[in-house]
């Protein structure tokens, strides 16, 4: 870990990674000339069956024809909208976008007709490259009938045929990129409404993955199982992109299931994943049930949301290997802040670890923006060169989250200690204001999540007439809850104040794409009356 002693909320940025000013197509051109015959991509069916395979030497061959004829029928710059689940193309149209110039546009394959509009119309995407249906969602026919809609789409390609190395009429030439440039735009997770789409440089992307794959400990004879979405900023960029900074294995799962992820885990003796907590549950809970050796497993890595104390002893217990929480945001490549491999269970359980190299992280004041004391509670802010761009056509939202100063406004709660280690207690706008109280749901779900009764919880702020707000504990629990059980677990571990006054037992949450919980649908079904009181 870094040795740090501060006196205010803020930690340096730290050098012991450079920074690199490299391309996405520059880096894929560099590993692929010192590790040609490494095995760099695996496919995974949704069957569990393995199927196609690319050496870096491959790998780069097919981004670099894919790249030429995307190079006829696009002009750099121009945005390409991806609308696919895992699969290689979708790793393909990255490199090959990256390659050419292009802006990749990133869209959930859960995406119906409206909201696939909105990303397509916001983006000023020319081309849609889709497949044709996933799980049931029948995506060919959607995406041509939306594009019809949109003036700016001239194509949509079906990402599995022969259309995605159609020939256009220009001559095929690959442009100058550089480091500074856009690759992608990202359109952030809706938890709390409205998605806008995060401009991303190549120089971000970059440094992000590689801080990121060195802090795990990837080396060139590293295994990933990567169940992550690719698009999402954990699976097109940490993973895939860190994943090439060491030349090493990446095993892509195109539908996440537990017992063929397990399965998976045990057969390629894989060493390191990435999921959120949802996930990983799942993974424990069939672990538990049907024993797997994962001897090989050094690393799983968590984030996305509030990771319990609970599931990180359940993973040493159960998993036999290391721990570590991520944060981050999709509007710094992502992440900000995450746990060495030495750390402490009380660090891993308790923090969400140290910033990544070349990030200063501040808690600030919400109030005078000026940086908190040492274990006070204010706004994550980070600033460095993975902040992105801008928002897409966007200009106020991107002044309200970036400062003059360059300082990246997460609107999540933290506090620091002196070490520099970060907690995140919650969201700005998720604070809970209980008669002139705050209360910061993260310290109340941790609470809960010691109970044995509760798999999972979210805490959210309720309308009140009296006290303005209350506290709502919505909870899956592994079976019946008692309240009054639930209730005096937490007056024993927190003061009064903090216990909720309102219970909900739920089957399920409702979800982003990449699997955090929207508190905002939770608070409108409730005011709704869709839930009842235990």
């Known amino acids: 870990m870094y040795e740090l002693t501060l006196t205010s909320s803020h930690a340096p940025a730290q050098s012991d990674m450079e920074t690199r000013e490299i391309t996405i197509g520059a880096l894929l051109r560099e590993i692929a000339a010192a ?18 395979r690319w050496t870096y030497a491959e790998l780069l061959k097919e981004s670099e024809r894919l790249a030429l004829a995307l190079s006829t029928r696009f002009a750099p710059g121009e945005r390409l909208a991806v609308w696919s689940p895992n699969n290689p193309e979708w790793v393909l149209m990255e490199y090959a976008c990256a390659l050419s110039g292009l802006v ?6 859960a995406f119906q007709s ?15 490259f889709l497949v044709d249906e996933f799980r049931g969602n029948p995506m060919g026919q959607i995406g041509t009938e939306v594009a019809k809609s949109i003036a700016s789409v001239r194509e949509v390609a079906d990402m599995e045929t022969t259309a995605l190395y159609a020939e256009g009429v220009h001559v095929p030439s690959l442009p100058e990129v550089a480091p500074g440039d856009a690759a992608m735009i990202q359109y952030t997770s809706g938890t709390t409404g409205f998605p806008k789409g995060a ?13 990121y794959a060195s802090r795990c400990g990837v080396t060139p004879a590293t295994t990933w199982v990567n169940i992550m979405p690719m698009f999402h900023t954990s699976g097109c960029g940490m ?20 017992v063929i992820v397990l399965d998976l885990l045990e057969a390629r003796r894989a060493d390191r994943i990435l999921g959120v907590p949802t996930m990983v549950v799942a993974l424990l809970d069939a672990q538990e049930a049907d024993p797997r050796d994962l001897s090989a497993l050094k690393l799983v890595n968590c984030g996305g949301s509030m990771v319990a104390p609970e599931l990180v002893r359940r993973v040493h217990a159960l998993m036999g290997a290391k721990f570590s929480t991520v944060y981050g945001q999709t509007e710094y490549c992502p992440v900000i802040t995450l746990h060495h491999l030495s750390d402490s269970i009380g660090d891993t359980c308790n923090t969400a670890g140290q910033p990544v190299a070349q990030t200063e992280v501040s808690i600030r004041s919400i109030g005078d923006n000026s940086a908190v004391a040492v274990g006070e509670i204010g706004e994550i802010c980070a600033r460095g060169p993975c902040v992105m761009l801008e928002y897409n056509d966007n200009p106020k939202a991107t002044s309200e989250t970036v400062d003059t100063e360059g ?19 919650g969201r700005v706008k998720e604070m809970i204001i209980r008669g002139g109280e705050n209360h910061f749901p993260a310290e109340i779900e941790n609470c809960l999540l010691e109970h044995a009764s509760v798999a999972e919880v979210a805490v959210v702020g309720l309308p009140d007439p009296k006290w303005g707000e209350v506290i709502g504990a919505f909870i899956r629990g592994t079976g019946p809850l008692d309240k009054s059980v639930l209730h005096a677990h937490c007056r024993a571990n927190m003061s009064p104040q903090k216990t909720p006054n309102v219970w909900v037992q739920v089957e399920g949450f409702p979800l982003t794409g990449s699997g955090k919980i929207q508190k905002f649908a939770l608070r409108d079904h409730f005011i709704g009356g869709e839930y009842e009181e235990l």
């Not at 590790?35 to 196609?52: F, H, I, N, S």
């Open 199 to 211: 401009v991303l440089s190549h120089r971000g992307l970059v440094n992000n993955a590689r801080f």
């Open 407 to 425: 300082w990246l406004r997460t609107g999540d709660l933290g506090r620091m200690d002196k070490r520099g280690y970060v907690t995140v207690t």
């Open 114 to 128: 409206r909201e696939l509009a909105y990303v397509l119309e916001q983006s000023g995407s020319v081309g849609l």
């Open 35 to 52: 590790r040609p015959e490494a095995e760099a991509l695996v496919e995974v069916r949704q069957d569990g069956t393995e199927r196609r």
């Open 104 to 109: 990749l546009v990133t869209a959930n394959p």
């Open 239 to 258: 993973i895939t992109l860190g994943c090439l900074q060491a030349g090493c294995r990446i095993v892509l799962v195109s539908l996440f299931d537990p």
